[in-house]
């Protein structure tokens, strides 16, 4: 039986391959349009409310920090159903790049707050670039679907990757490699 904390990496590396199969789709598929892009982007708004509903609810983090995630998670629905709705590519480049944003800034401040959090760092560092990719997709112009589709296609690659590795995959593949099912070696670089 797995415990809470495995079953949240699970879910956060999950959602990260998601994320990540979700981007090399946008990049890949031919004749994309504003609809197929506002369905795809939905469907990643309401992946990343689940997400952020089951963390605030099971995850073990400190209570402010379960509010902000639930927060944003509501934002994350919210902006859902305005890329549902549909619109122009200036305000579907907005409503992702706000998705983004604040979905960056909250798992940021998730990994830099939680002291219990496994590799905090990495969560910092994925929330961070997650909130650089959101403010650049809003200041950036686009004119046609296709240079948004290129700019987020790339964008959910990058994020899928990192929670993936956030969501310990890269620790995982490292413990396989070494033949050890339960702990990771201990270096000099993991002792501190």
Request: with cysteine; charged share 10%; proline share 2%.
């Amino acid at each position: 039986m797995t415990s809470g904390a495995d079953r949240t990496r699970i879910v956060i590396a999950v959602a990260g391959g998601c994320s990540f199969v979700l981007g090399l789709a946008l990049l890949l598929w031919p004749g994309r349009d504003a609809s197929i892009l506002a369905m795809m982007f939905g469907i990643w708004l309401i992946l990343s409310t689940a997400v952020q509903v089951y963390l605030a609810m099971v995850a073990r983090i400190a209570f402010p920090l379960r509010v902000l995630v639930l927060i944003s998670a509501v934002l994350a629905g919210i902006l859902a159903g305005l890329v549902f709705a549909g619109g122009t590519v200036e305000l579907l480049a907005l409503w992702i790049g706000m998705g983004w944003a604040v979905s960056g800034v909250v798992q940021a401040l998730v990994g830099a707050w939680d002291t219990g959090l496994d590799d905090g760092w990495m969560h910092e560092v994925c929330g961070l670039v997650t909130t650089a990719l959101g403010i650049a997709v809003v200041a950036m112009t686009f004119r046609t679907v296709t240079g948004l589709a290129t700019m987020t296609g790339t964008g959910l690659v990058v994020i899928g990757v990192l929670e993936m590795l956030a969501g310990g995959l890269g620790r995982a593949a490292l413990r396989a490699s070494h033949g050890t099912p339960t702990e990771a070696p201990r270096t000099a670089w993991t002792e501190f």
